[in-house]
Nanobody, 130 residues
Framework: VQLQASGGGLVQAGGSRNLSCSFSGSFDGFTSFNYGIGWYRQAPGKHREGVSCFSSADLSTYYSDSVKARFTISRAAAKNTLVLQMESLKPEDSGVYYC????????????????????WGQGTQVTVSS
């Protein structure tokens, strides 16, 4: 399976930005599978953080406290695409955002906590200027 992330860039504080992550391919020849997918953020000098995740098994979502009520994760009509809508952006939201995916049957919150995933995307830089 391959992940393709896009949408990063420079945005002013208080602004909005959407990130997209699309996946293609198969696991061991299987193209239909339950999965967890989400976004991790890596900022300079900070621990990597699971920002938001989605589980296809139960359609649950999870948000870290730092982004709750400002970010929304959703699956696009093309179900192999995940969109992260980021609103009211703050300078501390800056970092490299990585899309992650694994075969998975549990809930979104635990998926974000796992930290190890089958596939990591290439990362997209988000910079929020004050």
């Amino acid at each position: 399976v391959q992940l393709q992330a896009s949408g990063g860039g420079l945005v002013q504080a208080g602004g909005s930005r959407n990130l997209s992550c699309s996946f293609s391919g198969s696991f061991d020849g299987f193209t239909s599978f339950n999965y967890g997918i989400g976004w991790y953020r890596q900022a300079p000098g900070k621990h990597r953080e699971g920002v938001s995740c989605f589980s296809s098994a139960d359609l649950s979502t999870y948000y870290s406290d730092s982004v709750k009520a400002r970010f929304t994760i959703s699956r696009a009509a093309a179900k192999n695409t995940l969109v992260l809508q980021m609103e009211s952006l703050k300078p501390e939201d800056s970092g490299v955002y990585y899309c992650v995916l694994s075969r998975y049957r549990g809930g979104a919150r635990y998926f974000c906590d796992i930290g190890n995933y089958d596939v990591w995307g290439q990362g997209t830089q988000v910079t929020v200027s004050s």
